[in-house]
């Protein structure tokens, strides 16, 4: 074939995958060009997850009738003059990419006015060709709506994630500006129903509100830092600010996308500055937990790149050790000024600490609901088919092949000797010692226990007697509504209760002594781990993590009855070698690994 330069429609096509890769990218773009323009109210509508419809409308400057055509053309902009102004780039958008890359794979009507003009001006357009233009009334700002997203683009329309998954991405983009522009009114919407409204009155805190709840804003401790300029006087070195707020130890959660960080108001993705804040809660925080943090750096513009990436959401630092230093500095003092805070041993809740025995002893749920001998016998029948089959077939990749060493299956009948760390229980059976980790094994226990009575369609549900609310994030929020029936069958009756709250009514009674609210964030942390959990494992990722929840953590010193009874009952499972994850429940010692280590063979 001879070489061909591409006509410019399948140019801006190719060009749009980089600047549009999904409908959140859409908004993102819609939403950074309203701040550019100097909007006080951004209203954001979508539908079907942003397939159907993204309509973004501001009160911004507006676009002349003579321009708005031009702002549809690709490298088009009003932001960038020279070269020079390349290397200290105030605004969001820059590269006049985005226009041309969504008109170019959507259907595009934009209604425009700018403050002189009388009359507005509506343009049409269909995969970026123009089908219609007239002058029509409108209030001074822009409205864009974006419909039929990537019509013409059949193999991208075949890769969108679910409307689940592209709403809360919107919900992500949308919350990030809402923090970094708390003078502007943001409304969100999706199919109608208002995911997040901000006042627009210019308290961070307020908008930290709107997002995380009342509770979570209150006890968010306030940053401020600023670096001062080098001692030698180099006038070319200026502050770095970091400003923000981050949330106390025990605030923490299971992964890193509660750390939002933003760079002069642009929201940028930085493993190295997320690491930053983790870093400076070294020692506060459980092994895997993470702090939420909102942080704000500003710094001279001609000291970061943010020309590296069409979605300009990564950036270049000329000194990035400083803005390393400055964000765990900043971040570390304001831990520290809080008297408050203390290592995480202390943090731990109480009602875990009082909780687990009774889940071990004969007020367990599954006795609970049947006659108490015959609970036992629930216990030792063999796996129940179903879902435990999905599980493993689903599954089959994290769980180790069972333990020759150990002799099969069973367990052998084992002596509890004692705990050691607070963490293991150490026993001895026919052939040496075995250390076995407790909340691994209590784990295994509650899970075929609770797999048992999800067989017989019997989770007994523990009602509460006064209904706890739980606040969410508004993509938080998303996640649970979606899986509330699904909750309902496990025992969980939540209600949806005002905006991206929930009312909590019951919760299984395997976590009866666990605080339902934190019962409920970690049944939302599980559904925020994957983005796109396949639809049939989401119930048996709900399982593990209820049992996890409510099984007794390391660190907990256990009464010798306490080891009997979860020592008795691992026996009892019909895996005891494995917890629900795969990792091993026990390591065997056996008289000949002794001997072994001690020279004597
Ligand atoms: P960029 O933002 O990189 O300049 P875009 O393709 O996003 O490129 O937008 C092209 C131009 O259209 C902008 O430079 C701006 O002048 C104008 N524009 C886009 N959206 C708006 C808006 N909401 N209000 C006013 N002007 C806008
Ligand atoms: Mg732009």
């Given amino acids: 074939m001879r070489i061909k330069i591409l006509s410019e429609q399948l140019a801006s096509q190719i060009a749009a995958g980089e600047v549009v890769e999904r409908p959140a990218s859409v908004v993102k773009e819609l939403v950074e060009n309203a701040i550019d323009a100097g909007a006080t109210t ?27 055509e031009t702002a549809f053309v690709r490298h088009a902009t009003s932001k960038l003059a020279s070269a020079e102004s390349l290397t200290a780039i105030a605004t969001l958008g820059f590269r006049g990419e985005a226009l041309a890359a969504i008109a170019s794979v959507s259907h595009v009507t934009i209604v425009t006015r700018t403050r ?42 075949k890769f969108l994630r679910t409307t689940t998954t592209e709403k809360r991405v919107i919900d992500e983009f949308v919350t990030r500006y809402a923090l970094a522009y708390p003078r502007i009114r943001f409304r969100l919407a999706h199919d109608g129903r208002i995911a997040l409204q901000t006042s627009g009155n210019g308290s961070t805190r307020d908008v930290l509100a709107a997002v995380y709840g009342v509770d979570v804003a209150r006890d968010l401790l306030p940053i401020g830092d600023t670096d001062a300029p080098a001692a030698d006087g180099n006038a070319s070195i200026r502050p770095i600010t970091v400003t923000g707020y981050a949330g106390p130890p025990s605030l923490n959660r299971a992964n890193r996308t509660h750390i939002t960080l933003f760079v002069n108001g642009r929201w940028i993705k930085d493993s190295r500055l997320t690491y930053a804040v983790t870093q400076a809660y070294h020692t506060l925080l459980p092994k ?55 290592p995480f041993a202390q943090l731990t809740p109480t009602a875990h600490a009082a909780g687990w025995a009774g889940a071990l002893d004969d007020r367990s749920f599954a006795h609970s609901r049947t006659a108490s ?20 077939a689903t599954d089959s990749a994290e769980t180790p092949p069972p333990d020759h060493a150990l002799g099969g299956h069973k367990l052998p009948i084992m002596r509890v000797l004692g705990q050691a760390g607070a963490s293991y229980i150490i026993t001895e059976g026919p052939d040496g010692l075995f250390l076995i980790d407790q909340h691994a094994a209590h784990e295994r226990i509650l899970y075929e226990q609770f797999m048992a009575a999800h067989a017989d369609r019997q989770i007994p549900a523990q009602g509460l007697v006064a209904a706890a609310v739980v606040q969410l994030t508004p993509s938080q929020a998303h996640l649970l509504a979606e899986q509330l029936d699904r909750l309902a069958a496990l025992g969980f009756d939540i209600e949806p209760f005002g905006p991206n709250a929930f009312k909590v009514r019951s ?64 026996e009892a499972c019909a895996n005891p070698h494995t917890c629900p994850h795969g990792r091993p429940t026990m390591i065997h010692l056996s008289v000949a690994q002794l001997a072994r280590e001690f020279g004597r063979i």
């Fill in 42 to 68: 951004i209203n954001v509508e979508v539908r079907e997850g942003g397939r159907k419809l993204i309509q973004v409308a501001d009160d911004g400057a507006g676009i002349a009738a003579d321009e708005v």
């Fill in 116 to 157: 002189d003009e009388q009359a507005g001006t509506r343009l049409v357009l269909e995969g970026g060709h123009l089908r219609g233009r007239d002058a029509v009334g409108a209030p001074q700002g822009a409205v864009i709506a974006v419909e039929n997203l990537f019509y013409n683009t059949p193999a991208r329309l």
């Fill in 288 to 342: 895997g937990r993470f702090p939420l943090a909102v942080l704000f750096i500003a710094m001279p513009h001609d000291q970061v790149d943010v020309n590296v990436h069409p979605t300009k959401t990564e950036v270049r630092f000329r000194d990035s050790n400083r803005v390393f230093g400055a964000v765990q500095r900043a971040v570390r003092d304001a831990l520290l000024a809080e008297t408050t805070v203390r």
């Fill in 373 to 392: 001998d015959d609970a036992q016998q629930t216990l030792s029948l063999p796996q129940p088919a179903g879902l435990e089959e999905a599980i493993g």
């Fill in 507 to 570: 919760i299984p009674a395997l976590l009866a002594r666990v605080d339902p609210t934190q019962a409920v964030l970690s049944v939302v942390e599980e559904l925020e781990r994957d983005a796109t959990p396949l639809q049939d494992t989401i119930e048996a990722h709900l399982i593990k993590r209820v049992c996890k929840t409510a099984s007794v953590k390391q660190g907990q010193t256990l009464s010798g009855q306490e080891m009997e009874a979860m020592v008795r009952q691992l």
